[in-house]
């Protein structure tokens, strides 16, 4: 089965993507509304993929965008995130 990693924003780190994210105005406000889709999001690629959880720390995610002056935007998460969860992947099979 194919790996499909997702992003999570504990309350903390939601409150924090809302103050540093450049898209700010495409997120929802409340992170209960965020975990409601982040759940549904899961539900959805579970039937089909092997999801793993990439739990975020974003002023680490915001220093990285700023190293490869990147915006910090859902494409950008996005890439961001697969990358983390590769090199988690990556780190468990050569263990």
Do not use: C
Request: charged share 35%.
């Amino acid at each position: 089965m194919t790996n499909v990693f997702l992003g999570y924003y504990s309350p903390a780190e939601y409150e924090n993507l809302l103050s540093v994210a450049d898209d700010r105005k495409n997120l929802d406000d409340k992170w209960e509304d965020w975990l409601f889709e982040y759940l549904r999001t899961k539900a959805f690629l579970s039937e089909k993929y092997e999801v793993e959880e990439i739990h975020l720390n974003v002023i680490k995610m915001d220093q990285y965008f700023r190293m490869k002056n990147l915006k910090n935007i859902s494409e950008n998460r996005f890439e961001y995130i697969t990358e983390m969860g590769m090199k988690l992947h990556n780190q468990r099979n050569r263990n």
